[in-house]
T-cell receptor, first 117, second 115 residues
Framework: AQKITQTQPGMFVQEKEAVTLDCTYD???????LFWYKQPSSGEMIFLIY??????QNATEGRYSLNFQKARKSANLVISASQLGDSAMYFC??????????????FGKGTSLLVTP | GAVVSQHPSWVICKSGTSVKIECRSL??????MFWYRQFPKQSLMLMAT?????????EQGVEKDKFLINHASLTLSTLTVTSAHPEDSSFYIC???????????FGPGTRLTVL
């Protein structure tokens, strides 16, 4: 069984600063996918970034990067140059395979990020 | 890009009534769709996997007679909450993946309030 742990219920960051949101996972699978989603107060789930277990390089998407440390089973999200619009809930999630079409995602409990002026 | 829609976006109903929520893939076909439930300030929990043309697969603890799922076509899955009670009040989100891709899209969610 897969398990996702997000230990930070809430985080504060000042505008324009970088912030790291922690995510650790547990799985016995060799092939898996790791995701980060943003959920603003409207409720929609916004895909941010994906990392496959066999990817050797950390994924990056604009201001988002995923710090993937396979041996430590961690997949932290780094947001650079925070903006007020980044204030939201952030969920780390996992799929049971790197080819995740057709598979449900297993979500962590989430981290609430507040960006202050 | 691919879009998943849900209707309605919010609904308020009386206890004991049934509510139907639709999940549509707008520009792709999806043989599999997923239904999640999210209580306030909690994470998304998978309720069931909706399979086109066959019965849905429910997660442990989810009552299949209460949460009826119908996946009648490759672009539409419906979740019917039967005899809704206040404890069913929640945010319901569906997701789907275009076939032969590694991308999963979420609908905007439906907020159900049962009075």
């Amino acid at each position: 069984a897969q398990k996702i742990t997000q230990t930070q219920p809430g985080m504060f960051v000042q505008e324009k600063e970088a912030v790291t949101l922690d995510c650790t996972y547990d799985t016995s699978d060799q092939s898996y996918g790791l995701f980060w989603y943003k959920q603003p107060s409207s409720g929609e789930m916004i895909f941010l970034i994906y990392q496959g277990s066999y990817d050797e390089q950390n994924a990056t998407e604009g201001r988002y990067s995923l710090n993937f440390q396979k041996a430590r089973k961690s997949a932290n999200l780094v947001i650079s140059a925070s903006q007020l619009g980044d204030s939201a809930m952030y969920f780390c999630a996992m799929s049971p395979t790197i080819h995740y079409s057709g598979y449900a995602l297993n979500f962590g409990k989430g981290t609430s990020l507040l960006v202050t002026p | 890009g691919a879009v998943v829609s849900q209707h309605p976006s919010w609904v308020i109903c009386k206890s004991g009534t049934s509510v139907k929520i639709e999940c549509r893939s707008l520009d792709f076909q999806a043989t599999t769709m997923f239904w999640y439930r999210q209580f306030p300030k909690q994470s998304l929990m998978l309720m069931a996997t909706s399979n086109e043309g066959s019965k849905a697969t429910y997660e442990q603890g989810v009552e299949k007679d209460k949460f009826l799922i119908n996946h009648a076509s490759l672009t539409l899955s419906t979740l019917t909450v039967t005899s809704a009670h206040p404890e069913d009040s929640s945010f319901y989100i569906c997701s789907a993946s275009p076939e032969s891709t590694d991308t999963q899209y979420f609908g905007p969610g439906t907020r159900l309030t049962v009075l």
